[in-house]
């Protein structure tokens, strides 16, 4: 699978800290960047043409040579915030380092795929575990420590497989809208057969690592439309297609 430039953040200037001094960087195009750096043996300001390989969502590879003949490469992580180092100094000194990002300006285009990944691994989860009975999806999908804020579901990944192994046929989820971000989903639904009555259900989940790391839910049985005072209903699985459909799982 070919990784697409489409992502990388032109316009954004960034403060990296490492531990001995701080950089300021402009990614001023796909080609070129600014680096400042104010205090200390390697203060100076300069331009210098770029190569950039995407490594993946929010991951780069950004290298150049300087003018003194220093060559760099980084390794650019938006998802986790950090910046790791590698340079050759003219003196033929290897530094490696590792600083933290801070956005001292946004990107011209949004970059972050952090919500489109997360609403594609809540809906493979939900979909996964409640309409296919899949027990062997939790596994892949959910952390090891997972936190579970269900009073009635027991703490831990296992607890949840060994749920949905002995789940009742009757139980059929059915997804509705979506929101997200940054490392937050939430999803509107509709469950059958895990009550007396359907119960429509909002799921927020916090994703770390790519897994399902946390859990909270709040369900209230559903009301038909013909008894409800606004007349309008609690869930339609028609919101999904007016919002948008999730791009699914690669």
Do not use: C
């Amino acid at each position: 699978m070919t990784i697409s430039m489409d992502h990388f953040p032109i316009g954004l200037e960034l403060e990296v800290s490492y531990p001995d001094f701080q950089v300021n960087l402009t990614l001023l195009s796909a080609t070129q960047l600014q680096f400042r750096i104010k205090e200390g043996p390697f203060a100076r300001t300069e331009i210098v043409d770029i190569r950039v390989i995407p490594l993946g969502n929010g991951l780069f590879a950004v290298s150049w040579q300087e003018q003194d003949g220093a060559t760099v490469t980084n390794v650019q992580d938006y998802d986790r915030g950090v910046v790791h180092s590698f340079a050759t100094l003219p003196d033929g000194r290897f530094l490696r380092m590792t600083g933290t990002i801070a956005i001292t300006r946004p990107a011209d285009v949004v970059s972050d795929d952090r919500p489109h990944r997360n609403k594609a691994l809540v809906l493979e989860a939900m979909t996964a575990l409640f309409q296919r009975h899949d027990a062997s999806a939790v596994e892949r999908l959910y952390a090891v420590d997972h936190i579970q804020h269900n009073p009635e579901i027991p703490q831990g990944r296992d607890a949840l497989q060994a749920l949905v192994a002995t789940m009742s046929k009757d139980v059929h989820y059915e997804p509705g809208l979506m929101v997200a971000e940054g490392d937050l989903v939430a999803i509107h639904g509709r469950i059958r057969g895990w009550s007396d009555v359907p119960q429509v259900v909002i799921d927020l989940f916090r994703i770390e690592d790519g897994k399902l790391a946390e859990h909270w839910d709040v369900l209230q049985n559903e009301v038909p439309v013909t008894a409800a005072s606004g007349g309008i209903a609690m869930f339609d699985p028609g919101e999904v297609a007016r919002h948008g459909p999730v791009r699914p799982m690669s």
